[in-house]
């Protein structure tokens, strides 16, 4: 009889313990925040180039590049902003439906948040390879283009 008390315990227990425990899942681990910095750019290597990819739980994604000063980290100004969505298909991350605010003047590195264009055209998907356990977010160069080796880090 107490064996069978025991089993029946034991097996209570484990169920309601399992309750609390939460699995992380993909999505999970995507969403927060991710950077990519270029340094010391411009013509005196004066700039750093920032860009930041924000992943909200709802399928949202804002993503940015700003220009910072290198020696202080001070922002100087926007080169594009935009606001979509995203899905994840096994190891990448898609960016879609993207609503785009550019700088269309190729003399400057940056301008402020307002002045920069929209741009009347999305030229597409973007889409990002998973690697290192979800640290690290890989361009996927797309068919006939020139892509730098771009990777982004997650920074929370």
């Not at 700039?47 to 220009?67: A, N, S």
Request: proline share 3%; charged share 30%; hydrophobic share 35%.
């Amino acid at each position: 009889m107490n064996y069978k008390l025991f089993i029946a315990g034991a097996l209570l227990l484990s169920l309601f313990s399992c309750k609390d425990d939460q699995e992380i899942t993909p999505l999970d681990e995507l969403q927060g925040e991710w950077k990519f910095k270029m340094e010391k750019v411009g013509n005196n290597y004066e700039l750093d180039f920032v860009d930041r990819l924000v992943f909200k739980p709802d399928g949202r994604v804002y993503g940015e590049g700003i220009t910072t000063n290198t020696k202080t980290d001070k922002l100087l100004g926007y080169r594009y902003y935009f606001n979509g969505k995203y899905e994840l298909v096994e190891d990448k991350v898609i960016i879609k439906e993207r609503e785009i605010f550019n700088n269309s003047f190729t003399d400057s590195f940056f301008l402020t948040k307002d002045d920069l264009i929209y741009q009347e055209e999305d030229y597409g998907l973007v889409s990002y390879l998973i690697k290192e356990n979800y640290s690290e977010l890989h361009i996927i160069c797309p068919p006939n283009a020139n892509c730098a080796n771009i990777i982004y880090t997650k920074s929370n």
